[in-house]
């Protein structure tokens, strides 16, 4: 049980390229989040999906997309990479039971140069 | 929307001192408080939680208070270790909003030996 993936850990990126962070979950869970942490600024919510084929926007998440066409699967995609996109993005998963905790993955260090 | 707003950013204390960090929240909607711990390089790990029905609960060392009507609640750790040392997040949501949080800006603990 490896709880939440993230992958890639480290990505460099040239202002304008274009990447997909994968979030992959084994707990069968059904709400998927990703945030991201700047310094002094906590963590902050881009989208999220409260089940398969869905997807939500939440507080930043203008310059990203997502999807989630199979239940385990959250990807993250940067369509245009800016440098204000230089973050760490943290993939989280829950189950809709009430009470659940929210289980973070390890992050994704993204610096757009 | 909900703004969430912790403090000290940076707290230091001898091991075997109490820890007591503060967090303050807008929205009288919000209904659920979890506190996170982020080790270096990992990702946030929730260590405990309240609802607004309790003012207060303890796990071991650590212990939580909600005040709804100053709307402000607070991280209690007690006989601190080395191992407490980490960040710390606050965070609020309304309750059946599951995993949408609005995190605290984060207070790096550090625990003197």
């Known amino acids: 049980n490896a709880g939440v993936t993230q992958t890639p850990k480290f990505r460099v990126l040239k202002t304008g390229q274009s990447m997909t962070l994968l979030c992959a979950q084994d707990m069968n869970h ?14 902050r919510l881009i989208h999220y999906s409260v089940g ?19 239940k385990q699967n959250f990807l993250l995609g940067l369509e245009s ?6 973050s760490v993005y943290f993939c989280a998963s829950m189950n809709r039971v009430s009470d659940s905790p929210l289980h973070f993955g390890n992050g994704t260090r993204l610096t757009v140069t | 929307g909900e703004n969430v ?9 001898q091991e075997g001192d109490s820890a007591v ?16 711990k ?17 003012g207060e609960k303890k796990d071991q060392r650590i ?14 750790i007690t006989e601190t270790q080395p191992e407490d040392s980490a960040v710390y997040f606050c965070a609020a949501s309304i309750n059946n909003q599951g995993g949408k949080l609005i995190f605290g800006q984060g207070t790096e603990l550090s625990v003197k030996p």
């Not at chain 2, 212990?63 to 209690?76: E, G, Q």
């Open chain 1, 30 to 43: 059904e709400y998927m989040y990703w945030y991201r942490q700047d310094p002094g600024m906590g963590l």
């Open chain 1, 52 to 70: 398969e084929g869905t997807t939500a926007k939440g507080e930043v998440p203008d310059g990203y997309n997502v999807s989630r066409l199979k």
């Open chain 1, 81 to 86: 990479a800016a440098p204000s996109q230089t």
């Open chain 2, 5 to 13: 707003e912790q403090h000290p950013s940076t707290l230091s204390v």
């Open chain 2, 21 to 36: 960090i503060k967090c303050t929240y807008s929205d009288s909607a919000s209904n659920y408080f979890p506190w996170y």
């Open chain 2, 38 to 54: 982020q080790e270096l390089g990992k990702g946030p790990q929730l260590i405990i939680d309240i609802r607004s029905n309790v």
């Open chain 2, 63 to 76: 212990a939580v208070t909600l005040n709804k009507t100053a709307k402000h609640f607070s991280l209690h």
